[in-house]
């Protein structure tokens, strides 16, 4: 049995790519709709 | 300063925190042996899921609450909630594949934890379209808080779904009766993501609920 770590960062950074993309896009939508209240 | 203001700032300040979050766990925070870097999706998802999770929890409760008293201050509450759950859920489906693909050699399995989380998606789905349908503000209400408190049903089972099913999706390795089964480092860090979610779900819901009210007293004049 291998004692590498498995190198799977890419996925890694997927991961925060899209979820930085999800909450930026919804901070975005709501600072649109809300900019006169 | 109005609450849509103060939401703005406390979303600015979550973003901010955010940024911080990803620099401890990018950075500062050890690569677990046997999963590798893939591991550390779960500083993000995690959080994300809880926060999903507990959205739907205040719809319900929100509801229940409006039934009673027919405050309309709660259905507003109640579509914040559900709209930000939403965001949150979303981020919880697209990360949750991606950790699955090279930890489980899958995008996707049909166990009870990620079909039941799927429909609570689709909970949200239904009920943010559901209040964009029905035109008569009261019915509205009424229809909703039926739909959130199904939705209120549906959030222990998904929680307790790895308990009662043989899943592939692992068991709770710190909501759970025990102690926390993560080294002090990592638990560090996702205790930090986790009071950023919560500080982004504050955030979210104060600017929501003020356009919820906003909306609201426009349809009065």
Known sequence: ?37 | MTLAQKGRWTTGVGLVLLAAVYVRALAFTPVERLQGAAQKIFYLHVPAAIWTETAMVLVGVASIFFLFLKDSRLDSFAAASAEVGTAFATIVLTTGPIWGKPIWGTWWTWDARLTSTLFLFFLYIGYLLLRGAVLDPGVRARYSAVLGICGLCLVPFIHFSVYLFRTLHPMPIILKPSSPSLPGNMLATWLFSLAVFTILYVGFVMQRYALVRAREGAQHV
Request: glycine share 6%.
């Open chain 1, 1 to 37: 049995m291998s004692d590498a770590v498995p190198q799977n960062a890419g996925y890694m950074v997927a991961a925060y790519i899209v979820a930085a993309v999800i909450l930026a896009a919804y901070a975005a939508s709501l600072y649109r709709r809300t900019k006169g209240l």
